[in-house]
C-alpha cells in the first residue's frame, strides 16, 4: 500500500507560502521549508511597520508644523497648545498640510490662536 503525501490540501498550503515568497532570492523563493521562514519573518515585518508607518508620518507633521511656526516666531508646542485652547479642530496631518501649501492661510490660523 503506498504511503499517504496529505495531497490536494498540503500542496495547496505550500503553493500559499510559495506565492507569498514570489520575488525572494534564491531558495526563499523556491523551497517551501525556506520560503516559510522567510514569509513568517516578512509578515511580522509587515505588522510592525504598519503600527510604525503611522508614528513616522505623525512625526515628519510635527516637525513640519514645528518649521513653520518657528519662522511666525512661535515654537510647536506652544502653538498647539494655543490651538487647543481657541477651539482651533485641526489636526496635525491638515496643520502640516497648510504649512506646505498654503503658508499664508497657516498664519492666520496660528495668528488666531494667540
Not at 503525501?5 to 531558495?27: E, M, T, V
Not at 508620518?57 to 514645528?66: A, D, E, G, M, Q
Not at 497657516?106 to 495668528?111: L, N, S, T, V, Y
Amino acid at each position: 500500500m503506498p504511503r499517504a503525501k496529505r495531497g490536494f490540501k498540503a500542496r495547496r498550503r505550500r503553493n500559499r507560502i510559495l506565492k507569498a515568497a514570489s520575488g525572494f532570492r534564491g531558495k526563499r523563493s523556491s523551497c517551501h521549508a525556506v520560503a516559510n521562514e522567510a514569509v513568517q519573518h516578512a509578515w511580522m515585518h509587515m505588522y510592525r511597520s504598519r503600527k510604525q508607518r503611522k508614528r513616522d508620518f505623525r512625526s515628519l507633521w510635527i516637525v513640519r508644523i514645528n518649521a513653520a511656526a518657528r519662522r511666525l516666531g512661535h515654537s510647536y508646542s506652544k502653538l498647539i497648545g494655543s490651538l487647543g485652547k481657541a477651539g482651533v479642530e485641526l489636526n496635525r496631518k491638515m496643520l502640516a498640510e497648510l504649512a506646505i501649501s498654503d503658508p499664508v492661510a497657516f498664519e492666520k490660523i496660528a495668528a488666531a490662536a494667540k
